[in-house]
């Protein structure tokens, strides 16, 4: 897995480039952590590389949206492939976490 990040109209989009499973899972939580730790709580996850999701990435999913919300943010998913999609829905998650299309859908609903 590869993550990098941007930050576009106050937003920090963190894409995601391969698999997020029980190996990968930890290296994001950091990243996620890092970041509103250090005040973005306004994150979208740009997931149009993301090729894999495992429950090990849905915890972490799950977990830095409820730090975003408890700092006042707010964390959404973008591009996800058709199999990520399909995880994600039939975990739930896309009733916890809004999920856009695009990666610009997305930042035009939370500017």
Same mark, same amino acid.
Request: glycine letters at 6%; proline letters at 5%; aromatic letters at 2%.
């Given at each position: 897995m590869i993550i990098s990040s941007d930050s576009q109209n106050g937003v920090t989009? #963190?894409?995601i480039n391969g698999r997020v499973d029980?190996?990968? =899972?930890?290296?994001l939580e950091g990243e996620l952590s890092s970041r509103i730790r250090d005040g973005s709580v306004r994150i979208l996850l740009d997931c149009n590389e993301m090729n894999y999701i495992s429950s090990?990435?849905?915890? #972490?999913?799950?977990?830095?949206?409820?730090?975003?919300?408890? =700092?006042g943010g707010l964390l959404s998913?973008?591009?996800?492939?058709?199999?990520?999609?399909?995880?994600?829905e039939m975990g739930g998650f896309h009733t916890i976490i809004d999920c856009y299309d695009s990666r610009d859908e997305a930042l035009a609903a939370n500017a």
């Open positions: 989009i #963190v894409s029980g190996a990968s =899972a930890p290296e090990a990435g849905l915890r #972490v999913f799950l977990l830095a949206a409820k730090r975003c919300k408890q =700092a998913i973008a591009a996800l492939q058709p199999s990520c999609r399909s995880v994600i």
